[in-house]
């Protein structure tokens, strides 16, 4: 034992000597030399640990362990999976202490990824359905069968000229770019997205600002940090973020959280501000208001980095274009917002509001923000709650500092792939209409109506990590057009499980869960830049051992198969002769005429497009695929600073041509793009040419992807779009402030999501299942006594403009008074005489429709029931909570697209007869809410100032090309 001991000793101190020579952080030993947090990488490949179940015998089990990263939200955290040498099993997965986001931390929900793999509900083969949708008959088909069906349909489509009537719905995408290299491939406009339910109103008010959809703060540095959601335990990049914050914490800094109810996130707050919903942006502006009076902010960041000039000249023509003149403008700009203002709208005490305004002005630089989801997405005009948040880091200067707050993709790095298909010369008007022409993503949970007012219909449609029925507002109305085949032809779920949407349709394809499909992805997660490596571990287990694998279904359970090798396979078949132009995006480069495999298409990405990857693979004597597939993720860069000071090269500027204020434009030709589809590309002059960055001080910088090149204060997008009253940061009140709710009305606050649930994926981890399985109504008592509500567990009826749902009250001081609060989480169900779904979370369900709408109502609750998994008897609850975005009419705020979540409701006791999870909907009051909210709308047509659809410098996932942005003759 000592010689042994001696032996790994030796071994442990020859890789530490290695790691440090490397520059790299070595992880001691753990097992039986050291205790420590990580396994070594140096001993991934045959990592021993004493059997628990064998205990206290003293029994070894041998596991290689094998990179991933997890699929249970948008973080994708790096896990290793155990995999039991002897079974060839999975036996459970940790973290990877490779990965440099979450650098092997998880939330409770990444090793939980083990329940998913074992579930004993999971779809194992394709099914198609043998009665009419809905009516629970499946029968099992090939993936022949199956591919070759869909790819004559697609081909059909396409050579008829129906390019839009072809649609792939993508829920959580877990990836970078290669379902929008699919669909680009195709040339159809019919990718479309979730984010309009989701971060939409989030990103539009950073978009203005910074051309740039999304903040990357730099909590670990920051000496302020303030969050409007409750970030530690379920905001953007959670796990990742929230490891940095408690670091921050750790080191003096202050926390502040805005967030109606006590959060997780709001208990770990220094200061925790519970406001009126939707009263958020007046909050940010009268923090911004006291940094302007008292000019704690940094004039030099303003004066150098603001579009002020823009400003003046186009708001302020008889005022000199000086910045003294604009800071005095500025001074009075939102001298209405007051502490006191703020306090009469938000609740939130001046005085409060008063210290809170001064431990911002203290951070200087090291201010970190963000708002995501939460109030964003909560409220008409919640856009405005991070354009007004992102106006305080403005004028702190804090912006791209450390400790300050980044534009996303300066910390997030997208690889180009091989074969880049050119942009698509379609317009999806179902997807993006000409109401909402600078929505920031699709109009996607409006389809259903537009579907209904006969704009259009789909042949085929796809959805992938996506259950629009259950995940949107209006779920009954989504329903009701999926089981319409003369509106939607074909319809095929791409999923690992059942879900209240793949009930409806006609195919049902199982795909892999996180450990048994390929993705890339690079997330802004601190200052720096990387990239990890989603890959079938079982796989990658087996070819570490020598053997071949051409196709993941030879690894996975049944026939679960992977998206990426199932959209190769389908792209090939709808072209198998190469004339549709489609077949060359899917061909080997190094066997011409060949199909390209999985590994060649990471390999080359890899190979060619990752800086630093190939050179660091060399070294351990690897293929950067090897590389990756061994350790699953690979840091880039780190500190990338402050981009937009970056001088433009001498040569971009040989034929700099000057544009207004300071832009300039060159005919050189661009430094190579990484993205597929270039998202944010300011649009070229007039003769064509490019920007190329923007004159600060006489000196070319690189800026920021704005029109102008600078941070605008005032955007001219959305003054020459119809919205001038909206171009500065400012405040437009909720469709749930008070002044607009009649008597006996409450918020409903509904967009929070609990740490240990994602949406319908997570259902199936039997663990998580067991954490978090109800969503009772948040109830003030003070409330509760006015609504005649005795205590907690009380029914209560919550009744919405288009219907109600029966759910159990939960009496807590935590929710601010006049206000309710319901996760969105709960509430699953499953029709009666269908497949079972998540038997630990799914009620079972009838549907009865009658003239005043839908009824759902309850069968059977969630209970044990017998399974390959005894666990499944051991289902001790059977209270799964109430699906309330059913009763939620859409409310598409005019400008992002953002769907409104909060809801005006009445909330009394439940009537006799009422039951937990009764739900209903009257879908023609849908309708006609969908219209009056339609009517706030100033469409393209009216006001496009240069005749085109949308402008073309905002984003957009697949961007089509260029002519595919002209106005219709008839607009
Ligand atoms: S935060 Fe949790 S759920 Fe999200 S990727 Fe990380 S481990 Fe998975």
Not at 425 to 446: C, D, H, I, R
Not at 466 to 478: K, Q
């Amino acid at each position: 034992m000592t010689d042994e001991l001696g032996e790994l000793g030796r071994r442990v101190s020859a890789a530490r000597a290695a790691a440090e020579a490397r520059g790299e952080t070595f992880y001691q030993g753990a097992s039986r030399v050291h205790l420590a947090a990580f396994p070594p990488r140096e001993r991934w490949d045959d990592w021993v640990e004493l059997s628990s179940r064998a205990w206290p015998a003293r029994e070894e089990k041998h596991y290689t362990l094998v990179p991933t990263t997890c699929f249970n939200c948008e973080s994708a955290c790096g896990l290793l999976a155990y995999v039991d040498r002897e079974t060839g099993r999975v036996r459970k997965f940790e973290g990877n202490p490779e990965h440099p986001g979450s650098r092997g931390r998880n939330c409770a929900k990444g090793p939980a990824t083990i329940n998913q793999v074992t579930d004993p509900d999971r779809i194992l083969y394709p099914l198609r359905r043998s009665g009419p949708r809905g009516s629970g008959g499946w029968e099992r088909v090939s993936w022949d069968e199956v591919l070759d069906a869909l790819a004559a349909r697609i081909r059909t489509a396409l050579l008829e000229s129906r390019q839009n009537e072809i649609m792939v719905h993508i829920g959580r995408p877990g990836e970078d770019g290669f379902t929008e290299r699919v669909v680009a491939s195709w040339g159809v406009d019919g990718h479309n997205s979730h984010t309009n339910v989701c971060s939409s109103g989030g990103r539009t008010g950073f978009q203005f600002w910074m051309g740039i959809d999304r903040p990357s703060p730099d909590h670990a540095n920051a000496a302020v940090i303030y969050l409007i959601s409750a970030h530690l335990e379920s905001g953007h990049y959670f796990n990742p973020h929230a490891q940095r914050i408690t670091q921050a914490r750790a080191s003096g800094a202050k926390v502040i959280v805005l967030d109606t109810r006590l959060s997780n996130t709001a208990s770990h707050a220094d200061y925790w501000l519970a406001p009126q919903p939707g009263s958020e942006a007046a909050i940010n502006l009268a923090i911004a208001n006291h940094l302007i009076q008292t000019q704690a902010y940094d004039r030099e960041f303003v004066r150098r980095w603001w579009n002020w000039a823009e400003y003046l000249t186009a708001c302020h023509p008889q005022a000199p274009v000086t910045f003294a003149a604009f800071e005095e403008i500025l001074s009075g700009l939102y001298a209405e917002f007051t502490f006191e203002f703020a306090a009469a709208e938000s609740g939130v005490s001046a005085e409060t509001l008063a210290e809170v305004a001064d431990v911002v002005a203290g951070a200087g630089h090291r201010f970190s923000c963000h708002s995501w989801r939460s109030a964003a997405a909560g409220n008409l005009g919640g856009w405005q709650v991070s354009r007004t948040l992102f106006l305080i880091s403005a004028l702190l200067g804090a912006v791209a500092t450390p400790g300050g707050t980044f534009p996303n993709t300066w910390n997030k790095f997208v690889p180009r792939p091989v074969h880049v298909p050119p942009h698509p010369g379609v317009w999806q008007e179902l997807s993006w209409p000409l109401e909402y022409p600078l929505a920031q993503n699709e109009m996607s949970f409006l389809l259903p109506h537009f579907l209904k007012d006969g704009r259009g219909r789909l042949d085929t449609y796809f959805i992938r990590v996506y259950n629009p029925v259950w995940t949107n507002p209006d779920g009954l109305s989504w329903m009701e057009v999926l089981r319409d085949e003369s509106l939607v032809g074909c319809f095929v779920a791409l999923t690992p499980t059942w879900n209240e949407s793949a009930y409806f349709a006609d195919y049902v394809l199982p795909m892999g869960v996180g450990s048994e499909r390929h993705d890339t992805h690079s997330y802004e997660q601190y200052d720096g830049q990387w990239i990890a490596f989603r890959q079938p571990v079982l796989r990658a287990a087996r070819e570490r051992r020598g053997e071949k694998i051409a196709d993941t279904r030879e690894v996975n359970p049944g026939e679960v198969w992977e998206e990426n090798e199932f959209w190769i396979e389908l792209s090939w078949r709808i072209d198998p002769d190469g004339s549709l132009g489609i077949r060359r995006y899917y061909e080997s480069v190094e066997r011409p005429g060949e199909k390209l495999t999985v590994d060649e298409y990471y390999g080359w990405l890899f190979s060619h497009s990752v800086p630093g990857l190939p050179e660091r693979a060399a070294a351990e004597g690897l293929t950067p695929l090897q590389w990756m597939r061994r350790y699953g993720a690979f840091e880039i860069s780190r500190g990338q600073g402050a981009v937009h000071e970056q001088e433009v090269p001498p040569e971009e500027l040989a034929d700099a041509h000057p544009g207004p204020f300071g832009r300039v434009y060159t005919a050189a030709p661009a430094p190579a793009d990484p993205n597929i589809v270039p998202q944010g590309a300011p649009v070229p002059d007039a003769a064509g040419r490019r920007p190329a960055g923007v004159i600060v001080d006489g000196v070319a910088r690189r800026g920021f992807p704005t029109p102008s090149g600078r941070l605008e204060f005032w955007s001219s997008t959305l003054a020459g779009w119809g919205w001038p009253e909206h171009a500065l940061p400012g405040y437009i009140r909720s469709h749930v402030h008070p002044s607009a709710l009649d008597a006996g009305q409450v918020v409903l606050l509904s967009t929070f999501r609990l740490p240990t649930q994602i949406h319908t994926r997570s259902a199936n981890a039997k663990w998580l299942d067991e954490l978090a399985h109800t969503n009772p109504v948040w109830i003030h008592p003070g409330d509760a006594a006015r609504f005649g509500i005795g205590g907690t567990g009380d029914l209560v009826r919550v009744s919405t403009e288009i219907g109600y749902f029966v759910a159990k009250a939960w009496l807590t001081e935590g929710i601010r008074p006049g206000v309710v609060a319901c996760s969105h989480h709960m509430g699953r169900w499953r029709l009666d005489g269908g497949p079972r779904g998540a038997g630990g979370m799914m009620a079972t369900v009838g549907l009865d429709r009658s003239p005043d709408g839908w009824a759902v109502s309850r069968h059977a609750p969630a209970g044990p029931y017998e399974s390959a998994d005894p666990d499944s008897q051991r289902i001790w609850w059977s209270d799964t909570g109430v699906h309330q975005n059913l009763t939620f009419a859409v409310q598409p705020d005019p400008i992002s697209g953002m769907h409104c979540w909060h809801q005006a409701v009445r909330v009394r006791r439940a009537e006799p007869g009422d039951r937990h999870g009764d739900i209903a909907v009257d879908t023609a009051k849908a309708h006609a809410v969908y219209q009056r909210w339609l009517g706030r709308t100033r469409p393209a047509g009216s006001v496009s100032p240069d005749g085109t659809r949308r402008p073309q410098w905002l984003m957009r996932p697949v961007k089509p090309a260029a002519e595919a942005f002209a106005l219709p003759a008839d607009q």
